[in-house]
């Protein structure tokens, strides 16, 4: 079965505790991403990564890290320097840029509260 | 200005009728204007797709409607029902980029 995986589903964190969601996927695409989702704003992206150890910063970088070790995996880090992170966070990969059919697929989300 | 601008927020709907939600853009070298629908607590799924050589896709009950002059594009459900109750999300790309610029959603409900 092929699709990307996001674990955990649910994560609880205190303030000032750094937290790493989980993002792999094994449809053997070049691209991958990290939105943010809150409501009301869409999804925004926070990094996006091309190829293997590569990334990009996206619209919203501020407080993430990110790497890119191996083509299935982009797990995103959430720092104590982000300063609203409760959100839906989403993953999602595309075969390789915007053209033809390379549309995105999204992983099906980690909602991350901060207590 | 990259933004994609999404109505309405919020539509609710008979069942059997017509959902249209609108879209407009500013960025000229978009390309690519994907439809994604999302359930709750889901993550969201590509609905359908259309590019600006086209003025219109169909496929099924959903149809994109697209106007390359006004740079406005529009989703419409047809004999829509319950089961299509989630959020939509529009979105343009541009070829050779790896980014999408999303709409800020609509929430719709069909009434059974």
């Known amino acids: 079965d092929g699709g990307i995986t996001q674990s955990p589903k649910y994560l609880f964190r205190k303030e000032g505790q750094n937290v790493t969601l989980s993002c792999e996927q094994n449809?053997?695409?070049?691209?991958m991403y990290w939105y943010r989702q809150d409501p009301g704003q869409g999804l925004r992206l926070i990094y996006y990564?091309?190829?293997?150890?590569?990334?990009q910063k996206g619209d919203i970088a501020e407080g993430y890290s990110v790497s890119r070790e191996k083509k299935e995996s982009f797990p995103l880090t959430v720092t104590s320097a982000q300063k609203n992170p409760t959100a839906f966070y989403l993953c999602?990969?595309?075969?390789?840029?915007?053209?033809?059919?390379?549309?995105?697929?999204f992983g099906p989300g980690t909602r991350l509260t901060v207590l | 200005q990259q933004q994609v601008k999404q109505s309405p927020q919020s539509l609710i709907v008979q069942k059997g009728g017509i959902s249209i939600i609108n879209c407009a853009y500013e960025?000229?070298?978009?390309?690519?204007f994907p439809w994604y629908q999302q359930f709750p607590g889901k993550g969201p799924a590509l609905l359908i797709a259309?590019?600006?050589?086209?003025s219109e896709k169909k496929e099924g009950r959903f149809t994109i409607s697209f106007n390359k002059s006004a740079k406005q594009f529009s989703l419409h459900i047809m004999d829509s029902q319950p089961g299509d109750s989630a959020t939509y999300f529009c979105?343009?790309?541009?070829?050779?980029?790896?980014?999408?610029?999303f709409g800020t959603g609509t929430r719709l409900k069909v009434l059974a």
């Open positions: 999602a990969s595309s075969p390789k840029g915007l053209a033809g059919r390379n549309e995105q697929f």
């Open positions: 449809l053997n695409h070049d691209a």
């Open positions: 990564s091309q190829i293997v150890n590569d990334f």
């Open positions: 960025n000229t070298a978009f390309d690519y």
């Open positions: 259309i590019r600006p050589d086209v």
């Open positions: 979105a343009g790309g541009t070829s050779g980029t790896y980014k999408y610029i």
